[in-house]
């Protein structure tokens, strides 16, 4: 179980802590663009980059540069994330996947269809798909502030609930947020996607090739109408998890090279560089370390630290900044409908379609975890944030519903951590 719960912990960690660095981000957006260099700041995301080649161009401005392109490597991470613990695990069984599958389908559908039964007859109701995401960053993040009062299971459920939530967010954009496709260019990217499936079936992988491949697959998908996104999902599938080389041969070998390395240092040569057969048994390390790590494992591991510290504050820094105005530009109503939907729905979502099948036995709940201590923690999934705002971004074009529902977000969200937290700091047991 060690080599199970390792990935867990540390994912768990690094969610927590960079939900530290999301948060300043946000709070950093918000005040620029409530500032005197608002024009400048927001105005800032609007200028385009282009990349020209003989026969080829792309420009976009930086907010689409983060939006289709930093975020298909965030989805390429979430579809890394959705194979292993398909393969290997909490979702390998399906005792253990059956509550989070479960409550994710509940956290989808009743925010999507509270949302339309609020905003009937008015603008936004392109929106519905906002209130349907889980922010499992800022979640946990609120889990580390109760200390470890909080049970493992819980952090494990609101992992695998994350993971589900975020493939149901990704079909919600492949089916209901892309337009005017272009056939042609999708048919072509399945088709890469699936041979390098195929090849990885039968033990192939290399690095540069898939690497190149998943640009190209990523360029037909944002030239074919499909969102560019759904490439990195399809894309983290193909990437094999078997390892070439197993770990007892990795250590056998790996002590061999050592030793050389060792012998060139006991002689006399400059301490400032290494001679040759020094880096030619780093090189062979190296190869043997890249062999031993299951591919998926070794990206996954390489890309959390980037998409947590990097990609998803310049995310936010993008996308969370809203002028405050509550004049009549703004939708007020559009804004109190997400607002409610996110804390509403997603906390009867989740707690009734867990609790029902608790009941038929269709599910149990994870150990030392109680049914209020479930009701609190499906009052933290109205927090949506990260998820509910890129899906705004491909929902509206108006400025106006952009910012409104921009506002029901971050509104929602906040109510939604603070009272999961309390709720869930009176249902802890003290230690």
């Given amino acids: ?57 792309l420009s976009k401005p930086v907010l689409k540069w983060i939006n289709d392109g930093l ?41 999507a269809l509270l949302f339309v039964t609020l905003n009937k007859g008015n603008a936004g109701s392109g929106g519905w798909g906002i209130p349907m995401a889980a922010d499992i960053a800022f979640t946990l993040g609120i889990l580390k502030l109760l200390g470890n009062r909080v049970p493992s299971g819980i952090k494990i459920f609101l992992m695998a609930f994350a993971i589900i939530d975020d493939l149901g967010a990704v079909l919600v954009i492949a089916f209901f947020y892309s337009s005017n496709l272009i056939w042609s260019n999708i048919i072509v990217g399945l088709i890469i996607v699936a041979v390098l499936f195929i090849i990885s079936k039968y033990g192939y992988y290399s690095k540069y090739i898939f690497l190149i491949s998943g640009v190209i697959v990523w360029i037909l998908f944002l030239k074919s109408g499909i969102h560019s996104t759904i490439a990195g999902v399809l ?27 060792l012998k060139e240092c006991s002689t006399k040569h400059d301490k400032t560089i290494l001679n040759h057969k020094q880096l030619q048994s780093i090189e062979e390390l190296e190869d043997l370390t890249e062999k031993t790590a299951p591919p ?8 959390h630290g980037w998409v947590s510290y990097l990609i998803m504050p310049l995310f936010a820094l993008a996308n969370a900044g809203v002028v405050f105005s509550f004049s009549g530009d703004t939708n007020l109503a559009l804004s109190i409908n997400i607002a409610i939907s996110l804390v509403v729905g997603n906390f009867i979502g989740i707690f009734s379609f867990s609790y029902i099948a608790i009941k038929l036995k269709l599910a149990e709940l994870p150990k030392n975890v109680t049914l209020k201590q479930l009701a609190g923690v499906s009052i933290l ?38 009272l999961g937290y309390f709720v869930m700091r009176l249902t802890l047991k003290k230690k």
């Fill in 235 to 261: 894309m983290a599938l193909t990437i094999p998890i078997a390892r070439k080389t197993d770990t007892r041969s990795f250590y056998e070998n790996g002590k061999a090279i050592l030793d050389n390395f």
């Fill in 381 to 418: 999934g109205g927090l949506g944030f990260t998820m509910s705002l890129f899906i705004n971004s491909l929902a509206f074009t108006d400025p106006v519903l952009i910012d409104s529902a921009k506002m029901g977000i971050l509104f929602g969200s906040l109510f939604a951590g603070l």
């Fill in 1 to 57: 179980m060690k080599f199970i719960k390792e990935p867990i912990n540390k994912f768990i960690q690094l969610e927590t802590s960079s939900s530290i660095i999301l948060f300043m981000a946000t709070v950093s957006a918000l005040i620029l663009a409530n500032s005197a260099i608002s024009e400048s700041f927001l105005g800032f995301w609007q200028n385009d980059i282009s990349i020209s080649l003989p026969g080829f161009e």
């Fill in 71 to 111: 975020m298909a490597i965030f989805f390429f991470l979430i579809g890394l994330e959705l194979k292993r613990e398909i393969m290997v695990g909490e979702l390998n069984k399906i005792k253990n996947a059956s509550l989070p599958f479960f409550a994710a389908i509940g956290g989808m559908i009743v925010p």
């Fill in 296 to 303: 998926l494992q070794y990206l996954e591991h390489n890309l």
